[in-house]
């Protein structure tokens, strides 16, 4: 996403102090314009949809997926605790949509189900290729919560290699 600084409301805070992710684009048409690091698109009648960050999009096999959606539609499934996909590197895809997920203490998912579930959401290009089951204490995240991407994308590729 590109934007101006005039349409942000607040302030920008230290904008000086790193490049990231006020990178600004110099040239006749870019001029003024901010790259956000996130991606989304307007549809017709002038609505703005975020898809994530653009570095949390799995690029796998010529397509972008956004594991935002992926993840919604996970979370829908009975059982689920928490859930998040991440992209970890295949030899012919590029990237492979892997799922990590959560389950609620004494629940057991069965995978076929659970892929019978997404297949019925998703189209089948954005459903996760493997799911790794994961307890609470495996999640690698911060101190407020959120998930520690590059955590989870070793931990996913190291689990997936020796599986």
């Known amino acids: 996403m590109l934007l101006r600084i005039e349409s942000l409301l607040g302030r920008v805070v230290c904008p000086e102090t790193s490049s990231y992710p006020w990178t600004e684009f110099r040239g006749r048409r870019h001029e003024g314009y901010y790259r956000t690091g996130d991606g989304g698109y307007v549809d017709e009648i002038g609505r703005l949809y975020w898809e994530g960050r653009l570095t949390e999009i799995i690029k796998t096999g010529g397509a972008n997926i956004s594991p935002q959606e992926i993840d919604a539609v996970i979370a829908l499934f009975p059982g689920v605790r928490r859930t998040q996909t ?10 492979m949509a892997v799922a990590c997920i959560v389950v609620h203490d004494g629940v057991r998912i069965v995978e076929d189900e659970l892929r019978a579930f ?18 609470e204490e495996e999640m690698p995240v911060t101190a407020n919560g959120k998930v520690k991407l590059t955590e989870l994308k070793h931990l996913a590729g190291a689990r997936l290699e020796h599986a």
Do not use: I, M, N, Y
């Open 86 to 95: 991440v992209g970890v590197p295949h030899d012919t895809l590029g990237e």
């Open 118 to 135: 997404l297949k019925q959401r998703l189209a089948s290009f954005k459903v996760p290729r493997r799911f790794l089951f994961l307890s």
